[in-house]
């Protein structure tokens, strides 16, 4: 006896099971036995036995090595329904291209100083994206700096068709813009990803319009997923905010900014905005997240600017390594020891000034938060503060501390 109770694979006829059969059907069994011998030579009796023998070896075996489970289904059947997509890279880039193209633009900005003789210089270029359709309205996110001084915009689709655009609204901190077009004809929309998601090494595709050569596509992988790039807003040399972005090895040129970045879904999952252009340095390009572009796009689209807290004050940094203040200066302020940074009050205007904040005075606190430079006063005013709210302020002049509390107003356009 084996590891089964019964020897099925014997070539010899059980009499138990002949004993326990009635009288009649044991005759019959008998002569059918007989027929088949009679019927069959020993070689092929033996043949079909082996036979028998090796298929029950094989699925022994099966059993034994854990290759069959009769709770698993066999791997050519399907229980999902769902059809997996392409593991191949190459063919995610494709279809994803294919996706996203159609809602990318190429945008012309007819300047102001070149309006009349219609000149377009690398400057005036840039991408954007359409990302809705209100009504007859098409709306495509752009960089701000695409758009500045704008006279005359353009945008041209993917087919090469040229649509008179007109700007919805700007804003100069988060380097975002909106435009609108005519809707008719367009039926491609983009889709906005979420950019929290974003892994490093994922790959990724860059579509615009660098150096005038529109509908480019260039790919990459994901760099870095939450780089803090700091950034002067008047352009003066003092860095005085920060913006949060997406590194990526993809090649971006002049003309890429406002273009999507998409990953392999299809979804636009950033805006290019910059790159490190320099001697010796390569794949070093950002965008701007979706998930901090998005908010802001129909903010603009809506009401046609983004409302901030504003305080009034113009400041240089306490402690800069980068615009250090002469020693004469630090003198006159007459700052206890102990205090190494701060906000230096250069003028103040509007809710400061009505507060009693003065030239000179030092600001080291919004609420007993510690202010250390222009870019954590910006910071604080733009992400924690709203319009209309107290504000606690703590300052220096001539080296005694004070406080004092300003309603805080909407800031005015520039």
Same mark, same amino acid.
């Given at each position: 006896?084996?590891?089964?109770?019964?020897?099925?694979?014997?070539?010899?006829?059980?009499?138990?099971?002949?004993?326990?059969?009635?009288?009649?059907?044991?005759?019959?069994?008998?002569?059918?036995?007989?027929?088949?011998?009679?019927?069959?030579?020993?070689?092929?009796?033996?043949?079909?036995?082996?036979?028998?023998?090796?298929?029950?070896?094989?699925?022994?075996?099966? /059993?034994?090595?854990?290759?069959?489970?009769?709770?698993?289904?066999?791997?050519?059947?399907? =229980?999902?329904?769902?059809?997996?997509?392409?593991?191949?890279?190459?063919?995610?880039? &494709?279809?994803?291209?294919?996706?996203?193209?159609?809602?990318?633009?190429?945008?012309?900005?007819?300047?102001?100083?070149?309006?009349?003789?219609?000149?377009?210089?690398?400057?005036?270029?840039?991408?954007? /994206?359409?990302?809705?359709?209100?009504?007859?309205?098409?709306?495509?996110?752009?960089?701000?700096?695409?758009?500045?001084?704008?006279?005359?915009?353009?945008?041209?689709?993917?087919?090469?068709?040229?649509?008179?655009?007109?700007?919805? @609204?700007?804003? !100069?901190?988060?380097?975002?813009?909106?435009?609108?077009?005519?809707? !008719?004809?367009?039926?491609? &929309?983009?889709?906005?990803?979420?950019?929290?998601?974003?892994?490093?090494?994922?790959?990724? &595709?860059?579509?615009?319009?660098?150096?005038?050569?529109?509908?480019?596509?260039?790919?990459?992988?994901?760099?870095?997923?939450?780089?803090? %790039?700091?950034?002067?807003?008047?352009?003066?040399? /003092?860095?005085?905010?920060?913006?949060?972005? &997406?590194?990526?090895?993809?090649?971006?040129?002049?003309?890429?900014?406002?273009?999507?970045?998409?990953?392999?879904?299809?979804?636009?999952?950033?805006?290019?905005?910059?790159?490190?252009?320099?001697?010796?340095?390569?794949?070093?390009?950002?965008?701007?997240?979706?998930?901090?572009?998005?908010?802001?796009?129909?903010?603009?689209?809506?009401?046609?600017?983004?409302?901030?807290? +504003?305080?009034?004050? +113009?400041?240089?940094?306490?402690?800069?390594?980068?615009?250090?203040?002469?020693?004469?200066?630090?003198?006159?302020?007459?700052?206890?020891?102990?205090?190494?940074? @701060?906000?230096? /009050?250069?003028?103040?205007?509007?809710?400061?000034?009505?507060?009693?904040?003065?030239?000179?005075? %030092?600001? =080291?606190?919004?609420?007993?938060?510690?202010?250390?430079?222009?870019?954590?006063?910006?910071? +604080?005013?733009?992400?924690?503060? !709203?319009?209309?709210?107290?504000? !606690?302020?703590?300052?220096?002049?001539?080296?005694?501390?004070?406080?004092?509390?300003?309603?805080?107003?909407?800031?005015?356009?520039?």
């Amino acid at each position: 006896m084996g590891l089964f109770d019964d020897d099925f694979y014997s070539t010899k006829v059980s009499r138990s099971r002949g004993d326990e059969a009635s009288k009649g059907s044991f005759a019959n069994r008998k002569h059918s036995v007989r027929r088949s011998r009679k019927g069959l030579s020993t070689w092929q009796i033996s043949a079909v036995c082996s036979l028998i023998s090796a298929v029950v070896a094989v699925f022994l075996f099966s /059993v034994l090595t854990g290759q069959v489970s009769h709770e698993t289904a066999p791997k050519s059947v399907v =229980t999902t329904g769902e059809v997996a997509p392409s593991s191949d890279p190459f063919d995610r880039i &494709i279809q994803a291209a294919a996706t996203v193209r159609p809602a990318v633009v190429s945008i012309i900005n007819h300047k102001e100083d070149n309006k009349e003789l219609n000149i377009l210089d690398e400057s005036a270029l840039g991408s954007g /994206v359409i990302y809705k359709k209100v009504d007859n309205k098409a709306f495509i996110i752009t960089n701000n700096h695409v758009i500045e001084d704008s006279g005359n915009l353009e945008v041209v689709t993917v087919d090469g068709e040229t649509r008179k655009a007109t700007l919805v @609204g700007t804003d !100069k901190v988060s380097d975002i813009a909106v435009l609108s077009i005519d809707a !008719k004809g367009i039926n491609t &929309i983009a889709e906005l990803g979420d950019s929290s998601k974003l892994r490093l090494g994922e790959t990724v &595709i860059a579509i615009g319009n660098p150096l005038g050569l529109g509908d480019t596509l260039t790919s990459g992988i994901v760099s870095y997923t939450e780089r803090k %790039v700091p950034v002067s807003l008047n352009q003066d040399g /003092v860095y005085d905010w920060e913006q949060e972005v &997406i590194q990526t090895d993809a090649a971006i040129n002049e003309g890429n900014s406002g273009g999507a970045l998409v990953d392999l879904d299809g979804k636009v999952i950033g805006i290019n905005t910059m790159k490190i252009s320099d001697a010796g340095v390569e794949g070093l390009g950002f965008a701007i997240p979706a998930n901090h572009v998005i908010d802001t796009a129909n903010e603009l689209a809506d009401k046609g600017r983004i409302a901030r807290s +504003y305080l009034g004050v +113009y400041s240089v940094d306490l402690n800069n390594p980068y615009v250090p203040l002469a020693e004469d200066q630090r003198k006159e302020l007459n700052l206890p020891n102990n205090v190494k940074d @701060g906000v230096v /009050v250069l003028d103040a205007v509007g809710p400061a000034k009505e507060a009693g904040i003065q030239f000179n005075d %030092v600001i =080291t606190k919004f609420n007993d938060e510690p202010i250390t430079s222009t870019l954590s006063l910006r910071k +604080y005013l733009y992400n924690q503060t !709203k319009i209309g709210e107290d504000l !606690k302020i703590t300052y220096y002049r001539n080296g005694k501390v004070n406080q004092t509390t300003v309603k805080l107003l909407e800031k005015p356009e520039e």
